[in-house]
């Protein structure tokens, strides 16, 4: 096998092109084994193939420098790169990240993991060489979607005028996570049927030059297109027609499910577990369907990543015209959902927690400045869960919960939850969002909840002691029970514990009250310390002879961990907690 | 007048077109004495008196609904919806605001007042009238360098896909505040040179029918225009050639002075004060042109607002290549500063702190995971700089200091912002953000700070005292001065002082031994408190006998404030600070 021999890119162009044919079988079928074995991205991956070794033929990486946008598609470079053990040897399928690594290799310039940044990083490489006056290749390739958010666009619009060599490589699968949105891919299309020809041309507006090839997964077209561009003096877009994922049936045929995921069977497609226990998404979805057609003028909004709120294709089209997916895009959909509320409509944003901060000036200005009533549902918002350093859901708390007007719930259950979206729909006085519980999975009490949450910041002591006040943030709200449990039975303390519900305010009633028979307060929340909810109860307290421990993930950034190695060192285990809240009686 | 009979837009509906003439003559005068005694935003309003009159002459507002861009060109607007009086009567230059406010008027729709937001907002206003199956046009006027932020790009994309009524009008004034920069607008040029006839039109690439209006200033061609688009069925783009300034000799020839300022002589273009004393802006680029011209790999950045960090038309011009105007592009500037140190450059991001929020995404992920060395400079970060509700400097803190990896430094005087300037742009492990002095001035000690900050997180104790410590930080180092004054008058107690110096982290030694001769440690902070540095501190003593008051601004949403009443209603004088510490002896 050839893609046994290469042990870097000065191996890839020791090949004849009819080599280079058999290596792209070759690393199709690798990957195709390693991702149905272990999961990760897919059909970006399949659909790169031939553009990723037809660049590694012709440029001179890592003098010449490619940047991959959101770095998921990057699985053929590594494996060019020195990296092919970490696809070919099961044992060290982990042994990569799935996402462009510099401490990896030096063929990979930046971490990468949330889209349409690459144009703009590279534009900085690129007038740094010419600072330094070098003259190697930049590259920046993008595409599957992330040509939708508004950083592409300000890296475009700049990169055009740099005034000498850079090379933007628009990987057109016609694709995003779902299908496209936005009235540019129309422009593609136009340009996909005129083989580049029209002379409407979204990269020829900002004055690139341009360069269409028609068949983007062969890789001697390929090598033909990037020879002619290599040392250009000038800005260019080289704008290839891929398959997403190019040469697996199932993946070409549903580009969206193979999008990415875990492991599967590679002869009939399907997935190796199918996790069929009750979940949020698909809750949401059923709950939010049933609504809109009460309501017409409900909303439900999605940035890319309609499933993660249950919209299946099948239920966004049960939604019609009230589901609305506006691409990579959360700065508009933040603030287009105020716009929405302004006009009377009732805007329903789902989105992941590591997106959520693409948008923090719309939340701030279009959104909370005007005090409209959108309801944002904040996803996967815990240390538990995407791992990857880029996708980390602790950090929303301290973005959102310190801009004025916003009101921020963390529901502890199922049917706190729905409460909380029951009413965070019908009122109109508060921009709200709510931290979807993800830590311990779906919970239910049965308990029916009739309140409505009008009067902000009320705090609920759902259990009376005394002492030692605990307050369970949201998914930790059952971490504080087990600490609850084991104080009793350890120390035969009797401790208060408190469902904060509202993360944006104190209950200055509630607190002061504790005063009384307390004489320690614990916050526990899943997340982010700094910037956080404990540090506002510890600010609070400041003056007082109350204690105060504030328990969450201090401020870091982390790859790739274990959830368990994670909490223990940051001492979120119930009895960790329960030692260092004895230990502070020492 | 005319004017003076303008209660509503009704009013302007029953003038002749030669009446409008007039009309718009009255205008331009009033518009002119008013800002020329009151200053604020001149060129862009001059430039939109025809296309104003010609809206609220064809449109139906408020049923129709028009929303402003930045809306700093909102004030004929203003005029014509019952607001004149706050033009004419200089006893109430300050009724209202300088942007749409919804709370002055039900044809103002929004409070905006950062760029790029218009199409999205009016995406969501149209998406609303849709699914409530009303019928009123949808306007967003944007234009006057808004065009290069993302979110306008993100707007633009998703409006061209809604199948319904919006009227994006885009007034091109081939301006931003400064000169435009973007590839994209050379497609406006060529737009102008072909009267709109260019087959590559930035516009039609996303799908939206299109119209040109050559004379932009001139109510009867605008007219003619919008009677075109009224009601029409599906989105399209009017675009106006207009001249920034328009009318007023000065404000044409010089149209990045005349963009806004302070009042100023009618007759000779000149401002009725000058403030020739020393100021950050200019001491900045003077350094900073010193040390590009040793170092050719150190590279300025601003994004539309050079002169905040001094870079005049001429020193622009003198620092060549390693100045570089990214339009309003904050997070085009962060992600290409960290590509700018990847690749061995020294970028310096000048930037207002109201605006670094734009670009939260592009600081955590392309520049703070990757942990490159770019420089950021932070301006007007305080709660007495710039006082609408749109451009507040109190929200740096929590937004930039929660990040990993950023080392935010507060310095406290000239010597020490210059001593950490120029580790900043040496060091090359961090990247480093500098939150400029604002409060009281320029302050200088005189003293020689050679020390380098590599040692992350060193507090400086400048006066050592006892029972009280007093953390001052970055510019109200100075208030803490004054407040260890009165308490060693009033109450003999020698505190201590300490200036943080770095934001970003707990100097632990420092604060442990405190303990030892301190009962209260009083932070002082010109920011939010939510979120900031002093709740750090209450954290870190959360579980100790040590008492903290944390003093800075409460988490609100303040407009058009007296900077000494909020700074009395936030306990922020120094008698009341010391009032509170005696008081927490109690």
Chains 1, 2 share one sequence.
């Not at 990486?61 to 998921?72: C, F, T």
């Not at 933040?334 to 789902?350: D, Q, R, T």
């Not at 109109?428 to 779906?442: E, F, K, L, N, W």
Request: with cysteine; glycine share 8%; net charge negative.
């Amino acid at each position: 096998m050839y893609i046994e021999r290469i042990e870097s890119p000065s191996d890839v162009k020791k090949l004849s092109v009819s080599e280079l044919e058999v290596l792209k079988d070759e690393v199709r079928a690798t990957l195709l084994k390693k991702l149905s074995e272990h999961g990760g991205h897919i059909g970006p991956n399949l659909g790169m193939v031939e553009a990723t070794i037809a660049l590694h033929y012709v440029f001179n990486s890592p003098i010449d420098k490619i940047v991959y946008d959101v770095s998921h598609q990057s699985y053929v470079h590594k494996m060019i790169t020195g990296r092919k053990e970490a696809f070919l040897d099961p044992e060290k399928y982990d042994d990569t990240s799935g996402y462009s690594e510099p401490s990896e290799s030096e063929h990979d310039f930046f971490v990468i993991g949330h889209t349409s940044t690459s144009v703009s990083l590279a534009t900085g490489l690129a007038k740094a060489r010419d600072l330094k006056e070098n003259k190697e290749n930049i590259i920046a390739v993008i595409g599957d979607g992330s040509l939708s958010g508004g950083e592409a666009y300000e890296g475009l619009n700049n990169a055009a005028e740099l005034g000498s060599n850079i090379i933007i490589l628009v990987n057109d699968n016609q694709m995003s996570i779902a299908e496209n949105h936005g009235g540019m891919y129309q422009n593609l299309q136009l340009l996909r049927d005129t083989e580049g020809k029209a002379e409407c041309n979204f990269f020829k507006t900002f004055g690139f030059d341009y360069l269409y090839v028609k068949e983007g997964n062969n890789v001697e077209s390929l090598i033909e297109a990037f020879q002619k561009v290599k040392d250009i003096d000038h800005p260019v877009v080289v704008h290839i027609n891929t398959v997403k994922g190019k040469g697996y049936k199932f993946a070409e045929e549903n580009k969206e499910r193979f999008h990415a995921g875990g492991p599967f069977d590679l002869e009939t497609g399907k997935p190796n577990s199918s996790n069929n226990s009750e979940n949020y998404s698909d809750l949401t979805a059923k709950y939010l369907l049933k609504k809109m057609k009460e309501d017409k003028t409900i909303v439900v909004i999605s940035s890319a990543t309609p499933t993660v709120l249950g919209f299946n294709q099948e239920r966004r089209k049960q939604a019609g015209k009230q589901f609305l997916d506006v691409g990579i895009a959360e700065e508009h959909a933040v603030a287009m959902a105020s716009g929405l509320a302004a006009n009377g409509a009732k805007p329903v944003y789902g989105v992941i927690s590591t997106f959520i901060q693409r948008a923090y000036d719309q939340l701030s200005q279009d959104l909370c400045i005007n005090n409209n009533s959108a309801l944002i549902l904040v996803y996967w918002a815990s240390i538990s869960s995407m791992n990857d350093v880029t996708h980390l859901g602790i950090f929303d708390i301290p973005l959102l919960s310190n801009i004025p007007n916003m009101v921020y719930l963390a529901p502890t259950n199922k049917e706190e939850y729905f409460a909380m979206m029951e009413w965070g729909i019908k009122q109109t006085s508060h921009p709200v969002a709510i931290r979807v519980p993800y830590y311990g999975g779906v919970i239910s009490t049965g308990e029916k909840i009739n309140e409505n949450f009008d009067q902000l910041n009320r705090y609920r002591i759902t259990k009376k002691g005394s002492k030692v006040a605990i307050l369970g943030l949201g998914s930790f709200y059952q971490l504080g029970e087990s600490v609850i449990e084991i104080l009793k039975k350890e120390a035969g303390i009797s401790a208060t514990l408190i469902n904060p519900r509202y993360i944006t305010g104190m209950d200055v009633d509630l607190l002061n009250n504790l005063k009384k028979d307390h004489s320690l307060v614990v916050t526990l929340e899943d997340g982010a310390l700094d910037g956080g909810f404990g540090e506002k109860i510890a600010r609070y307290y400041g003056a007082d002879d109350m204690k105060v421990l504030n328990f969450g993930i201090k401020k870091e950034f982390i790859d790739r961990y274990s959830v368990d190695k994670i909490l223990k060192e940051n001492h979120l285990t119930a009895p960790q907690i329960v030692a260092d809240i004895l230990n502070s009686f020492r």
